[in-house]
Structure formats: C-alpha cells, structure tokens
C-alpha cells in the first residue's frame, strides 16, 4: 500500500533533488508523530476519565504508565521535557486529590 503525501497532492515548491526529498521525510516525520502524538493523547485520557470516575487503583495505575509514556515522548523529541513535567505533575495532583 503507498501512502500519498501532501507534497505528491500538492505541487510542492521543492526544485532540487535535495529539497524534494526533505520535503518527503518531512511528510513521513509528521505522519509518524501525528499517531504518537494521539497515543500520548490517549494515555493522558485514561488518567482524566479514571479520576472522573472516582476510581482511585484505575487512576494510580493509568498515572504510572502515563509517566513512562511522556518520559518516552521527551526522548523521541514529541515534547518539550518541560511540558512533560507539567503535565505529569498536574495529573499527579489530581490523583492525589482523590483521597
């Protein structure tokens, strides 16, 4: 299967060779990150709703694999290690407010 990207749609303005194929590993790149980027969404999500919920175990175990997830987001250049923080310490909040 061969994905189409937004370069092949639209005339891209590269004109080198150099330049083309930047313009297609961009396009990977933002692919490949946009899916990450959802995962990371996601496992957030899962922290929101158990607290929500009032489901203190749910929350506490959705927050320790959360906290691994960012970490690995920081390292793959997703975020910026100080939103990873932020937001780690924020959901950290939440779960300890559930008491």
């Excluded at 194929?21 to 961009?26: C, E, G, L, N």
């Excluded at 009032?54 to 175990?61: C, I, R, V, Y």
């Excluded at 959705?62 to 290690?81: E, N, P, Q, R």
């Excluded at 939103?83 to 559930?98: H, I, T, W």
């Amino acid at each position: 299967m061969r994905f189409l990207f937004i370069t092949e749609i639209f005339c891209t303005m590269a004109n080198t060779a150099q330049a083309k194929k930047r313009a297609r590993q961009a396009e990977k790149s933002r692919i490949r990150k946009a899916g990450q980027r959802s995962n990371l969404r996601t496992f957030v999500k899962k922290v929101l709703v158990a607290v929500n919920a009032g489901e203190k175990e749910q929350a506490q175990t959705a927050f320790k694999t959360v906290v691994s997830v960012l970490d690995s987001a920081v390292t793959k250049g997703l975020i910026h290690k100080n939103k990873a923080a932020r937001s780690k310490s924020r959901l950290n909040n939440k779960v300890r407010a559930m008491a």
